[in-house]
């Protein structure tokens, strides 16, 4: 666990300039001497509570004890209003997961860097010759990842499998859906908002859609002059090239076709946006763009939802998808530390974005399902 090796070293470095010894340090933090041991050892990970109190009684910012490695990170977002609704503490607390999940994960032999393509689109719109290349490159990338004639079950399973390391968490802000972060020494990363307030659809294109970014929009990643933001609004074409990957990836012109020529009678909207595992605004979009609705159907969706105010709402959305399914790498590797003793509840709460009564229930399923990790 390279970081909390990184973190123990600053701990120890703090102790001898300050002459304080580990079972002194220990009696202020309220924790064994052991215990302290293994934090200063790099052996354990340190829950942000208790590393807060020691960096308050030596006078040090919090950020101190990573700052030579999360000053790596650049986001690009998918939200609502970002420049209003993301905050420098979100910013801080996105490179503080990232940072935690390096520590647990800590089995990534080599950086995934993913296919790049470079667009050459100029002004505020695409053309139709440019939509076609993205919807190529959507193909192509389905071929990779050995899904280009089915839907998948688990799109995040998928993807993690590609290379790229997922965190799926509440954080808290409902305002943001997903982002990502590229780093030529740490990695590709996705950070999806698992927010119960936020429907499984949402966050599946946001997982597609942040992908998006890796593939066109590396080199943003790395600008340390933007604000590390970009705006939902369709004035931004990086934005706009993701919104048609993903729309491309999630609904593949062959898939679609292959589902409605299946059908005999009348198509339902419903059962066909839960297969695809889209919203049904989603859907509507692309069975216009593929010539399956014409534009007076189109404008009536579009009406219909405005009157009833079901922008923002999901009609029968679809069942949500485990944190165990949307976190495969993380959570194994947390239960291997965990029932080896070498990690607490607490810092799974504060990993996993739950609170210490999810984080125990989580452990007890844990425990009762899964015999691998039962101590005779």
């Known amino acids: 666990m390279e970081i909390s090796k990184q973190i123990g070293d600053r701990i120890l470095k703090l102790m001898k300039e300050n002459n304080i010894?580990?079972?002194?340090?220990?009696?202020?933090?309220?924790?064994?001497?052991?215990?302290?041991?293994?934090?200063?050892?790099?052996?354990?990970?340190?829950?942000?509570?208790k590393l807060m109190k020691i960096s308050k009684h030596f006078g040090k910012n919090f950020e101190y004890f990573f700052k030579e490695d999360?000053?790596?990170f650049q986001f690009l977002f998918r939200a609502d209003n970002p420049d209003l609704m993301i905050k420098k503490n979100d910013i801080e607390n996105l490179k503080s997961v990232l940072m935690n999940y390096i520590d647990i994960v800590n089995n990534i032999k080599y950086n995934y860097v993913p296919q790049s393509y470079s667009l050459k689109i100029n002004g505020k719109r695409i053309n139709t010759i440019e939509l076609e290349l993205i919807e190529k490159i959507a193909y192509e990338n389905r071929r990779m990842l050995n899904i280009e004639s089915i839907i998948p079950e688990n799109y995040y399973e998928v993807i993690e499998k590609a290379g790229i390391n997922i965190i799926a968490r509440d954080f808290y802000n409902?305002?943001?859906?997903?982002?990502?972060?590229?780093?030529?020494?740490?990695?590709?990363?996705?950070?999806i908002n698992n927010s119960q307030n936020i429907s499984e659809e949402r966050k599946i294109f946001s997982l597609i859609h942040e992908f998006a970014h890796l593939l066109f929009h590396r080199e943003q990643y790395s600008d340390f002059s933007t604000n590390q933001r970009y705006s939902k609004s369709q004035e931004d074409i990086n934005e706009l090239i993701a919104n048609k990957f993903a729309a491309y990836f999630l609904m593949p012109r062959a898939l679609v076709k292959e589902y409605l020529d299946s059908r005999i009678s009348d198509v339902n909207l419903i059962e066909m946006k839960k297969?695809?595992?889209?919203?049904?605004?989603?859907?509507?979009?692309?069975?216009?763009?593929?010539?399956?609705?014409?534009?007076?159907?189109?404008?009536?969706?579009?009406e219909k939802i405005s009157k009833n105010d079901l922008m923002k709402a999901e009609e029968f959305p679809l069942d949500e998808l485990s944190l165990e399914l949307k976190n495969k790498r993380l959570?194994?590797?947390?239960?291997?530390?965990?029932?080896?003793e070498n990690i607490s509840?607490?810092?799974?709460?504060?990993?996993?974005?739950?609170d210490i009564i999810e984080t125990r229930k989580l452990l007890k399923k844990w425990r009762d399902s899964d015999e691998l990790y039962i101590h005779l």
């Open 21 to 49: 010894s580990l079972r002194s340090l220990s009696e202020i933090i309220g924790i064994s001497h052991p215990t302290l041991k293994r934090y200063v050892d790099g052996e354990q990970p340190i829950d942000s509570e």
């Open 275 to 302: 297969y695809f595992k889209v919203s049904k605004q989603s859907l509507i979009r692309i069975l216009y763009e593929y010539k399956y609705i014409d534009k007076e159907e189109y404008n009536d969706f579009w």
């Open 331 to 340: 959570i194994n590797n947390i239960k291997d530390l965990y029932f080896n």
């Open 345 to 354: 509840a607490n810092k799974i709460s504060e990993v996993l974005g739950l």
């Open 70 to 72: 999360s000053e790596d």
């Open 174 to 191: 409902d305002s943001f859906f997903g982002a990502s972060s590229y780093s030529v020494h740490l990695g590709s990363f996705i950070l």
